[in-house]
Structure formats: C-alpha cells, structure tokens
C-alpha cells in the first residue's frame, strides 16, 4: 500500500509512503488516497485528518511524471481523463472535506505536493521545506488546481510569479505568503499538527464542518452571495446538539459569575 494510515484516537495520520519516489503522486496513490478519504467521512468517530509524506526529504514531489507520460502519448482526451481530472478530484475533495485536513509538510512539497497543500485547509511545514510549482519547465501550466488556487490564496502577482518561474520558496516564505500556517523544527511537525487537530476538535464536529463548508463554499463569491452561504451554515448548526450543548455552556457561566 502506498497510504499508510494511523489513528490515534479522534485523528487519522495518512503518509504517502513512496518515500523513495520522494512520495510522487501516481495514479494507484491518488485513488488510494481517495478511498481512505472516503472511508474517514464515512465514520463520525475520526474528527480530523494530518496528512503528510514518509521520510524527511518531500512531503510530495508531485504527479509520477512516467504515469503522466503515458497518459501524455494517448493525447489530450485520455491525459485529461486519466491525469488531470484525477488530480481535481483529489484536491476538490480535499478542499471540500467536512473534516479538517492538516497537511504536515515534512519536505519538499512540489507540482502536485504544492496543490494538494493549497487545497488543504490548513497546513504546518517543518522548516527546510521548500514549495515550488515547476509545472512549467514540463510544457504545461499546473493541472491540480494550482493555476486557480495559489492565486485566490497568496495574490495573482505572488502566484504568477510561482507558476511562471517555476522557483522553489523556502518554508519561511510559504509562511509568510499564507501558504502554511506555521514554520516548526522537524521534530515537532507531527506534534504542531495534532495540536492544531486538538484545538480544533474540542468543538462541535457539527460546528466545525459548518465552519469549513462556509469559508469553502464562500470565500470567492460575491460578498451578499457569500453571505448567503453563511447563514444557510448557521440554519443548519440550529438544531444540533452542538448549538444546545455551547448555548447552555455559555449561559451556566454566565449565571455563576454573578
């Protein structure tokens, strides 16, 4: 199996486990890491994900250029419905899990390795990664969502400049632009990432998939459309235990501070 996957407790760790491939990302990867995903949504007792790469040196090298080759030799229609349209499907449902996803970049995080970061909703690097969208040195522009990603996130002149040189960024850079949310040595990269899981997941599991589906669904609409999906989140939290539990919580508090 190329998805290693461990649970402790509320959280699952998948590790691409291709380490000597810098853990690229071919096709029986993808749909393995597909079906695990799957698998986790199904059970309501997992509460968030880290996902991260064997070995210190990459956290993902990207796609498995022999994999894209063949595809590439077929033509365009079957290299967009072997590669490219696997790749969106990872990413989309990454972007769109109900359950927090920490991407633990424990390397370098290239092409596809960069893409599926992009799509996570959080990610912590350790502090010799590197980023780097070297699509174009292949002939092509990034084909899993990078070209339409890592602009809405880090600015179009940032983004541009990423896509268009093909440069690798440090980890302290990726930081800076808003790629990841922490730099941590790499000792403590699992750790970082299961105490970010931890502060999450002491929350309502109803509150937090509400929470993701709004900042998803609309962070690139117009405002009253945005909007819009906020308040069609917060309808849905009403009935729940969650809103019931925290409610009571808050007003408990309250009466015993007076």
């Given at each position: 199996m190329t998805i290693r996957s461990e649970r402790d407790q509320h959280v699952v760790t998948l590790t691409i486990d291709r380490e000597k491939k810098l853990n690229a990302l071919d096709y029986p990867t993808i749909d393995a890491l597909l079906a695990e995903l799957d698998r986790i949504d199904a059970d309501d007792t997992v509460r968030a994900v880290i996902l991260t790469g064997a070995?210190?040196?990459?956290?993902?090298?990207?796609?498995?250029?022999?994999?894209?080759?063949?595809?590439?030799?077929g033509?365009?229609?079957r290299a967009l419905r072997e590669f490219v349209r696997r790749g969106?499907?990872?990413?989309?449902?990454?972007?769109?899990?109900?359950?927090?996803i920490i991407v633990a970049v424990n390397g370098l995080a290239y092409g596809g390795g960069c893409?599926?970061?992009?799509?996570?909703?959080?990610?912590v690097a350790v502090e010799h990664a590197t980023?780097?969208?070297?699509?174009?040195?292949?002939?092509?522009?990034?084909?899993?969502?990078?070209?339409?990603?890592?602009?809405r996130h880090v600015g179009r002149k940032r983004g541009l400049e990423l896509i268009l040189t093909g440069d690798p960024i440090p980890a302290a850079r990726a930081e800076q632009i808003g790629l990841v949310n922490a730099v941590v040595p790499a000792g403590e990269l699992l750790s970082a990432a299961r105490d970010l899981a931890d502060r999450?997941?002491?929350?309502a599991p109803t509150a937090?998939?509400?929470?993701?589906?709004?900042?998803t669904r609309g962070i690139?609409?117009?405002?009253?459309?945005?909007?819009?999906?906020?308040?069609?989140?917060?309808?849905?939290t009403v009935p729940t235990e969650g809103v019931r539990d925290g409610v009571r919580r808050f007003l408990d508090r309250t009466s015993a501070s007076r």
């Open positions: 070995g210190q040196r990459a956290f993902s090298a990207g796609a498995d250029i022999p994999s894209l080759a063949a595809s590439i030799a033509g365009p229609e969106h499907a990872l990413t989309r449902r990454i972007e769109e899990f109900p359950k927090p893409e599926v970061t992009e799509a996570a909703p959080l990610a980023f780097a969208k070297p699509e174009i040195s292949l002939g092509f522009p990034p084909p899993f969502g990078g070209s339409q990603r890592l602009p999450i997941t002491r929350h937090v998939a509400a929470c993701l589906r709004a900042v690139n609409l117009p405002i009253d459309e945005g909007l819009a999906v906020e308040a069609a989140a917060f309808a849905a």
